[in-house]
């Protein structure tokens, strides 16, 4: 296994592979993440902040960030109307987080090693409406702006779009990034659909 070092932007919100993710950026420690990022092409470390009730065990690494984490490539930026840089992250890799320290511009960085990407998996009949429903988001305008490019055939890419979209608890997409067979992703996201239309 090997370990290297990362440097980790804790966030509300949880990035999957694949998924993009708006942010706008106005603490120093961040402005100069995403300017050393931008000019060396490389990845930072997006990782969940645990809340509450939604910490079911304390994290090995700390005990207010996720174990399990997703490399961010920024893919767009701009100037936002309030003077504040927004940019626009794309989820990589995964990766274990095994311990962080906060240098002492308040950054953290964190040991973490690569989980190694899934082989693609081919789309199956009995998970067809949860494509349906994908297809269905993509025409929304907020998710267009996005300009997501998920591979339709490819269930991973699928599961983990539609996970990204949804308008889920954090802890249940959380939970998601971790799963490693895509029957427990798909089955996952098949029961949540469920749940959300029986409310309706």
């Not at 949880?14 to 998924?19: E, T």
């Not at 079911?56 to 690494?61: L, N």
């Not at 095994?98 to 950054?107: I, P, S």
Request: charged share 20%; glycine share 8%; hydrophobic share 40%.
């Amino acid at each position: 296994m090997e370990v290297s070092t990362m440097s980790l932007f804790p966030l509300s919100g949880v990035l999957l592979p694949g998924g993009r993710v708006p942010l706008q950026i106005f603490e120093q420690r961040y402005l100069d993440l995403v300017r050393d990022c931008m000019k060396s092409g490389q990845p930072f470390g997006v990782v969940w902040i645990r809340r509450g009730a939604e910490v079911s065990q304390r994290g090995k690494a700390s005990p207010d960030l996720g174990d399990v984490g997703c490399s961010a490539h920024i893919v767009d930026w701009d100037q936002l109307p309030n003077g504040l840089l927004g940019i626009t992250i794309e989820g990589g890799e995964r990766f274990d987080l095994h311990t962080t320290e906060t240098r002492a511009n308040g950054l953290v960085v964190g040991e973490v090693s690569s989980r190694s990407h899934p082989q693609p998996v081919a789309m199956e009949a009995r998970w067809q409406s949860l494509l349906d429903v994908l297809k269905s988001l993509e025409a929304h305008p907020h998710v267009q702006r996005l300009n997501l490019t998920p591979d339709f055939d490819d269930a991973w890419q699928v599961g983990w779009a539609l996970a990204q979209l949804l308008p889920l608890e954090e802890y249940a997409k959380y939970e998601m990034l971790g799963f490693s067979d895509i029957d427990e992703l798909m089955n996952a996201l098949d029961k949540t659909l469920n749940e959300i239309s029986g409310e309706a």
